[in-house]
């Protein structure tokens, strides 16, 4: 394996790590209404479930109110229960032709909470990329064990993967602060 090789996986791996950590976040709630609230919640479909983006307009018409409309309104019924059954903690209120999703300002013990756990997952985030690291370290190590690269290029390929590492773990950083302050803002 190429020292560029090992940088470019290794830069990727990294990168696929931060837009995961992103996405998590998006799906925390923060008191203002995103319709990435509603990515994993699943209707049964006809005996199938499936993602609710797939069966329904979703909108937000202000900041704190999601509507979701379906494309057949015999499915009002499961999207309320799909809704009621995640650990969102929202209550639904349904109309023959909408499903109403008011989004309710969080409670200062909620922000709190809510900030352990995008902490926590920007912990696990920060583990990953540095076991990436550790992979990408040990690639080097064999690669001039098995003479393929000399030990200048190992040492100087372990250093730009310490360079990447940390490039990866301050956008995480910065991820996290943007999401605390959207979770502590009123």
């Known amino acids: 394996m190429t020292v560029k090789k090992i940088h470019r996986d290794t830069e990727e791996r990294m990168e696929k790590a931060v837009e995961t950590i992103r996405k998590e976040f998006a799906s925390i709630r923060t008191g203002k209404a995103t319709t990435s609230l509603l990515e994993g919640i699943r209707v049964d479909y006809y005996g199938t479930m499936t993602h609710l983006s797939q069966v329904a ?13 379906p494309w057949e309104k015999k499915l009002i019924p499961e999207i309320v229960k799909a809704i009621q059954k995640s650990d969102l903690g929202l209550n639904p209120q349904s109309d023959p032709n909408v499903v109403r ?18 902490k926590k997952v920007a912990e696990e985030g920060k583990i990953a990329i540095r076991n990436i690291r550790r992979d990408s370290n040990d690639a080097f190590k064999n690669a001039e064990k098995d003479k393929e690269i000399s030990e200048d290029e190992s040492r100087k390929g372990q250093e730009r993967v310490q360079e990447i590492t940390n490039e990866h773990i301050e956008k995480i950083e910065e991820t996290l602060k943007k999401k605390e302050q959207e979770i502590m803002e009123i």
């Open 57 to 69: 307009n979703i909108s937000v018409p202000d900041a704190r109110l999601l509507v979701i409309q």
């Open 101 to 118: 999703l008011p989004i309710p300002p969080l409670t200062e013990e909620r922000r709190k909470d809510l900030v352990k756990l995008v």
